[in-house]
């Protein structure tokens, strides 16, 4: 009797998991499909050759496959799903089939938040993304329209997603800290960190054209610098031709 209560129970475990597996096959199956004309106008895809593009809308439907993507107190359509997926294809599409290791979800909200998470009646609202700690673990969160404005908008220097995902690249290899050991060689390491240093004291005297954000520490100055070298790469590598070559290096765009 106690053989067969057993066989139950590791049938009963068996079921469970195929049930939860076919559940999520199906969240998959419902995913939206980006097309080409979805891509078309972002100018990274631009840039690519033909072969790059298609792998690059492979890549795209690959992460809205993977990644669930929900709205909180807004509705989302399937383009702004795309722009999600574009975002973190751009950084790391040199290194072909990555996928973020620690995160499940994106959480889309109706307007910027605070850090109570609220979008109404607060003027500290000023958040446009985040990656998720505590009980957002594994979360992203974004402002719809700082999603929507770093794709509507072409002359800017600026793209709150990719900014986020950068910052989840960094952390990568354990440590947020404007260092990205798992592009970087190690002979990069040293020089990467000088440059970063010379570029926020020239932002400290308002002589610098990145956005003064990248003040804050080490971090954000990697995330608002790749925001502008993949948004404005012709103006970026003008501007600041040393910085440029150096993030070449950590993306491998050349």
Same mark, same amino acid.
């Given at each position: 009797m106690q053989i067969v209560i057993t066989l139950i129970f590791i049938a009963a475990i068996i079921y469970s998991v195929w049930f939860l597996s076919t559940n999520k096959k199906v969240t998959v199956k419902n995913a939206v499909v980006a097309a080409e004309k979805d891509v078309s106008g972002i100018l990274f895809y631009q840039r690519l050759n033909e072969d790059d593009k298609k792998r690059f809308l492979k890549e795209v439907n690959s992460f809205l496959q993977r990644i669930i993507i929900? $709205?909180? %107190?807004?509705s989302i359509a399937d383009i702004d799903k795309i722009y999600v997926a574009i975002s973190a294809v751009i950084p790391m599409f040199a290194f072909e089939g990555w996928e973020y290791p620690h995160l499940e979800e *994106? @959480?889309?909200?109706?307007?910027?938040? %605070? #850090?109570?998470? !609220?979008? =109404?009646? %607060? !003027?500290?609202? %000023?958040?446009l993304g985040l990656v998720g700690t505590g009980v957002y673990k594994n979360k992203m969160l974004l402002s719809k329209p700082a999603l929507q404005e770093g794709f509507n908008t072409n002359a800017d220097k600026s793209n709150t997603a990719?900014?986020?995902?950068?910052?989840?690249?960094?952390?990568?290899d354990g440590d947020t800290d404007g260092v990205p050991e798992i592009l970087m060689d190690?002979?990069? *390491? @040293?020089?990467?960190?000088? @440059?970063?240093?010379? =570029? #926020? !004291?020239?932002m400290k005297d308002s002589h610098s054209d990145i956005n003064p &954000?990248? &003040?804050?520490?080490?971090? !954000?100055?990697?995330?608002? $610098?790749?925001e502008y070298f993949f948004e404005r790469p012709e103006l970026f590598e003008d501007k600041h031709p040393e910085l440029y070559k150096m993030m070449q290096q950590i993306f491998k765009t050349k």
């Open positions: 929900t $709205a909180i %107190n807004t *994106v @959480l889309i909200y109706n307007d910027h938040f %605070n #850090m109570g998470f !609220e979008t =109404e009646g %607060n !003027e500290d609202r %000023n958040i990719i900014h986020e995902f950068v910052h989840l690249i960094d952390g990568a190690k002979k990069y *390491v @040293l020089p990467w960190m000088d @440059l970063i240093h010379t =570029e #926020m !004291e020239k &954000y990248g &003040y804050t520490n080490k971090s !954000e100055f990697f995330a608002v $610098a790749a």
